[in-house]
C-alpha cells in the first residue's frame, strides 16, 4: 500500500488525463458545454499546480472540480438561479432545450451520440454513475467521486442505473 | 440465490477467484441469470465505446496548448542538478527510491514478475495509458500492473507472432520476471468489438502477484486489430 501511494504522489497533466475528463464532462454535463468545464478544470490544476501535483486521486479532485463548474457555468449561462438541488448539491432537474446541440458538437458516431442522449435524459445520480463507469473508474474511485456511503451503494446504484440504460436503449431501438 | 449485483460484478470481471467461480456454476444452471448477464455485458461493452469514443476525440488546440506550455514551464522549473542520494528530503526522489526499494527488496512478492529493471526510468504512467481499459480488483492494483507493464513489447511480440498461434498456444514477448524467468502468455479466445473488430483475449499463463500480500492475480490482456494492426486496448486482474 505504501507503495502504490508513493507511486501515485507524480501526476502529470497530460492530454490523455483531458480526455478522460472529457468523457465525464460530456455526461455530466447536461446544459453546459464539456469544453468549457475541462478547460476550466485545465485553468483550476495549472494554477494550484503545487497543491495537487502530489495528490493520490488527482482524476477524482479534477472531476469533483468540473462538478462544481459544471453548475457555476449552467447557473451563469442559463440564469437558472435557484435550480433545486439535493443534498450533495447537485442540480435535480435541468430543461433538456439546447442537450442536443451540446452533444452535436462532439464528433462522435451517432450511435454514441444517441447513447449519451440516452444517459443525459436520465436523473443526476444515473447520469453520474453511468458516466464514471464509462470512464472505467474503480468502485473506489466512484465512491471518492460521488461521495456516497459505501461501495454497496455505489455497486447498488451502478447495477439499477444500468439496468435502467439497458431498458432505455432498447425501448429507443 | 444470486443477486444482480453479483452478476453484474461477474460481467465486469470484479469478483474474486473463489466467487467468481460460485457465481458462474449458478449462472451456467439458471436462464434467468444468463439473460441478467447478457444485459450487463450488454452495458459495460456500450459505456465502454462511449468512453473510448470520446476519448478518441482530439483536444482543442488552445488546450493542447496550453497543456503543453505548462508541462514545458514545469519541466524547466525542475533544477538540473546530478542527482544527490543523500538529499533525502526531495519528496519526488526519495517516494521513487522508496517505491523502487521495497519493490525490488520483497515488497512484491512473486512467482512471476512483470517488471524488468530497465523499465524503470520509462515507466509508463496510468494518465498515458490512453483508451487502455483497466479493470480488476482495485482501481490501484490493476493502475500499479499498467506502470510496470511493457506495453511496447508486448504488443509488438503479438504484432509478430499473433497470426500463426491458435487459441490454446503459449508465446513470450521477450519480458522477464524479476528473476530473468521468461513470461509466458497464452492465447485464450477470440471475440469481435461494438465495432466488429476482431479482438482476441491473451492471459499470463500463471497467477501473479504483485505486492507482498500473498495475493495473486489472473491477468488477461485484451487485443484488438484495427486497420492491421493489434493494439491492446483493455488489462483484467482477477
Not at chain 2, 54 to 79: A, G, Q
Request: hydrophobic fraction near 40%.
Amino acid at each position: 500500500m505504501l507503495l502504490i501511494l508513493l507511486i501515485n504522489m507524480i501526476n502529470q497533466l497530460s492530454e490523455n488525463f483531458f480526455k478522460s475528463l472529457l468523457v465525464v464532462a460530456s455526461g455530466i454535463s447536461k446544459g453546459a458545454d464539456p469544453y468549457i468545464l475541462i478547460n476550466g478544470v485545465a485553468e483550476y490544476l495549472m494554477k494550484n499546480w503545487d497543491h495537487y501535483k502530489n495528490h493520490p486521486n488527482l482524476k477524482a479532485i479534477a472531476i469533483l472540480k468540473m462538478k462544481g463548474l459544471y453548475i457555476d457555468e449552467i447557473r451563469k449561462n442559463k440564469n437558472f438561479q435557484n435550480l433545486p438541488t439535493d443534498d450533495e448539491g447537485n442540480i435535480m432537474d435541468i430543461p433538456d432545450d439546447g442537450e442536443k446541440s451540446i452533444v452535436d458538437k462532439l464528433e462522435i458516431k451517432t450511435e454514441f451520440k444517441k447513447t449519451l442522449l440516452i444517459i443525459k435524459t436520465m436523473g443526476e445520480k444515473c447520469r453520474e454513475i453511468l458516466i464514471l463507469a464509462a470512464e472505467g473508474l474503480s468502485m473506489q474511485e466512484m465512491l471518492e467521486v460521488t461521495k456516497v456511503k459505501s461501495l454497496g451503494t455505489v455497486l447498488s446504484r451502478l447495477s439499477n442505473c444500468r439496468k435502467e440504460l439497458k431498458e432505455r436503449l432498447s425501448n429507443a431501438r | 440465490m444470486l443477486d444482480d449485483i453479483k452478476i453484474m460484478q461477474f460481467a465486469d470481471g470484479t469478483l474474486n477467484s473463489d466467487e467468481r467461480e460460485h457465481v458462474k456454476n449458478e449462472i451456467d444452471n439458471n436462464p434467468e441469470y444468463q439473460k441478467i448477464l447478457k444485459d450487463y455485458m450488454q452495458t459495460a461493452d456500450t459505456l465502454a465505446g462511449l468512453g473510448n469514443e470520446i476519448r478518441s476525440l482530439d483536444l482543442p488546440e488552445e488546450l493542447k496548448l496550453k497543456i503543453s506550455n505548462f508541462n514545458k514551464k514545469e519541466s524547466s522549473s525542475i533544477p538540473q542538478k546530478s542527482f544527490n542520494f543523500f538529499n533525502i528530503f526531495n519528496l519526488k526522489y526519495s517516494a521513487v527510491a522508496a517505491a523502487f526499494a521495497l519493490f525490488f527488496t520483497g515488497g512484491f512478492y512473486t512467482n512471476q514478475m512483470i517488471a524488468l529493471k530497465d523499465q524503470v526510468p520509462t515507466m509508463q504512467t496510468v494518465a498515458d495509458k490512453g483508451s487502455i481499459k483497466l479493470r480488476g480488483s482495485s482501481s490501484e492494483t490493476v493502475s500499479n500492473f499498467y506502470r510496470w507493464f511493457d506495453e511496447n513489447k508486448f504488443i509488438t511480440s503479438v504484432n509478430n507472432k499473433i497470426n500463426s498461434l491458435k487459441n490454446g498456444d503459449k508465446f513470450t514477448a521477450d519480458i522477464t520476471d524479476l528473476n530473468n524467468q521468461t513470461v509466458n502468455f497464452r492465447l485464450d479466445k477470440d471475440f469481435n468489438d461494438k465495432d466488429g473488430n476482431q479482438c482476441k483475449i491473451i492471459s499470463y499463463d500463471k497467477k501473479v502477484s504483485l505486492e507482498q500480500s500473498n495475493k495473486f492475480f489472473f491477468i488477461s490482456l485484451a487485443v484488438c486489430k484495427n486497420n492491421n494492426i493489434w493494439k491492446l486496448v483493455a488489462i483484467t486482474l482477477n
